[in-house]
């Protein structure tokens, strides 16, 4: 079984140092200085999907293989709007992924959750507007379960990874709902407001359609969110991407670690799970992945 990890905003720079690939800077700009390199025997690989081309990094983990994709590019060229949702998912399942976890920066709409902070998903509410939502645009007709749209066991393996390293001075909250926004732009005031009257933890740009893509090419997802910011009026600051990715490279240290322990948790059988993931797996290797059309 390999694990897949799909990185987001400002996390993939770092990665990118760790894995040793040619291309990419170390940030200098608040890194809490992990230099260890995150995969072991790591070689990139570019990937043709369906839905488009895929830049990836293998390696392993404690002696697990582990792949990791950034979900912006390499370069953090591709908006969220404009993520290849469907390619990333794909090309996961295509080397084996059965598990996986997704890194997301979000902003805190709890107002106890401070930036720094890490959450560990175990909702999510979609405001999405026109992304690629599903592999299934024809036959067979699948609908998917997502009443509870994380894993628990993937879920289990970030909590207990988090307890098993220092978190330094932030906190992780082992519940939270996320509010998926199109973007790129920030939220509203106001938007903010009704998102907190509806009961949302965070508000960040890419959980959706990945959780729900996951789903349904069998693999076990779960989230952690890294909290960047109080979301849209929620502090006297207006919101700037440059904060956000500072916050997410102040993080990076802890991040790596929390993952690296949270891969060597991830049960290894591929079917043993409560969540209804791999019921789908059949169907989607059957006529997504290995489709002639
Ligand atoms: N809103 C949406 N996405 C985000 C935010 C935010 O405040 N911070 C980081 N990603």
Redesign the pocket.
Known sequence: MVVGIITG?GVMSVFGDSVNVAGYARSSDGADGDEGHFLECARERVLETPFGVVRLFEGLIGGRGVVVVPRHGPGHNVPPHRVPYRALVWVLRKVGVTRAFGV????AVNGAMKPGDLVVADQLVDFTKCRGYTFYEGSPVVHVDMTYPYCPQMRSALIEAASGISLRDRRIYVRGSYFA?E?PR??TRDEIRVFRLLGADM???TGSPEAVLCREAGICYSLLAVV??P??GLSGAL?DHKD?TRRVHGASSVIKELLREAVSRVPAGDDSCVCPAPLYRRTFDEYILNSEC
């Not at 997301?104 to 902003?107: I, K, N, R």
């Open positions: 905003t997301s920066a979000v902003g926004t973007g920030y939220e508000v960040g740009m960047t910011n979301a849209a919101l956000v």
